[in-house]
């Protein structure tokens, strides 16, 4: 692509920041330790539309306890927990909201489909630099069934295999699997909870994306990815409300439930 080095890495961190959105409610990671400093249980909500996995998976660790996550910006980072809270519902909250009371479901579905089979090729990748082969040529195969018999990914067919699981691997896990460690816990604006190492992986994992290689327009880019971030949410409108509701301290309760998940995922 007929980039400079400093324009590619500009364009596409404001696309990340527009992309974490989608992450405001929480993304973490970090190691289990003793009873939950900042939780209640609480149980899972249930969306008319279907639950949503990540926070089933957030309900499910935060419930189990705190962690133990080297956090040196704890007074920022929750200044900046309360900015990403202020724009979900000043801002992400309307705009899925009314997306949904005039896109059907079934259109929503097709998106979302669609974006998840367009970025399987960070999947594959990953699966294969984590030495899981059986893992990666499911991935492969479930792209090529949905790509074809789904119509550009339109529609789920693979889900029809049960054998062929999707795995939602990832650069921060193929790190993470490398011996790479946490680093510090931070909160970023807009793009939401994250750690040093996974942080930066957001930006390795898109160079595996179709996107970053086949539009060059940073308006479009950037209009895809706002697209995709509202659609998303459109799924789970609510659930963020409830755990936070559920919860003595929001801040605490989202950074050891996102962290918890995140370790959980890497140790499959």
Known sequence: MRKTGAVFLARWTAILILAGTAALPGRAYAQPAGPAAGTMKAPSPTDAEGQDPFFDDLYDEAEKGAVQVYDPLEPVNRVLFQVNDRLYFWVLKP????YRSVVPTEIRSCIK?????????IRIANCLLQGKGSEAGNELLRLTINTTAG?????DV????????SSDEDLGQTLAVY????????VVPFMGPT?????????GDRYLSPVTWTVEDFGAAAAITTGRTVNDVSFRIGDYEALKEASLDPYA????????SRNSKIQE
Do not use: H
């Open 195 to 203: 750690t040093f190492r996974d942080g930066l992986s957001w930006i």
């Open 253 to 260: 309760a989202f950074r050891d439930g996102y962290v918890q």
């Open 113 to 121: 489909n669609f974006f998840y089979n367009l970025f399987a090729p």
């Open 158 to 165: 693979a889900a029809r295999y049960p054998e062929l699981k």
């Open 151 to 155: 119509v550009g990914g339109l529609a």
């Open 95 to 98: 705009a899925a909201t009314g």
């Open 179 to 186: 011996g790479v460690g946490d680093g510090f816990y931070l």
